[in-house]
């Protein structure tokens, strides 16, 4: 199994911008696509965006297309990054990252095998 770790998260305020990072402990194989969840108080965990093991292509929820960025470093440790942009508050929630093989393009998180602690992004308005 691999173990991602999280990173970045924090207070801001709405219009802001931050950036969130997810290492893996190991190598991975080519057929592993990395991908983010959030969780907000009180309600389920969602699908933010997801991109595929060399980074060709990704996919992002309807509510965060046009400000938040995916993407990944493949020639360190499969380390993937979401840039968020515009931050609104409704974006308040913790953050998790995620990785399962042979998933891509699922936005379901039972297709996901592994996943980071979380980290939390507070949107201040």
């Known amino acids: 199994q691999v173990q991602l770790v999280e990173s970045g998260g924090g207070l801001v305020q709405a219009g802001g911008s931050l950036r969130l990072s997810c290492a893996a402990s190991?190598?991975?194989?080519?057929?592993?696509?990395m991908a983010w969840f959030r969780q907000a108080p009180g309600k389920e965990r969602e699908f933010v965006a997801a991109?595929?093991?060399?980074?060709?292509?990704?996919?992002l929820a309807y509510s965060v297309k046009g400000r938040f960025t995916i993407s990944r470093d493949n020639a360190r440790r499969n380390t993937m990054y979401l840039q968020m942009n515009t931050l609104k508050s409704e974006d308040t929630a913790v953050y998790y990252c995620?990785?399962?093989?042979?998933?891509?393009?699922?936005?379901?998180?039972?297709?996901?095998?592994?996943w980071g602690q979380g980290t939390q992004v507070t949107v201040s308005s």
């Open positions: 190991t190598e991975t194989s080519s057929n592993y696509t």
């Open positions: 995620a990785g399962g093989r042979a998933v891509w393009p699922s936005v379901s998180r039972s297709a996901y095998d592994d």
């Open positions: 991109i595929s093991w060399n980074g060709g292509s990704t996919n």
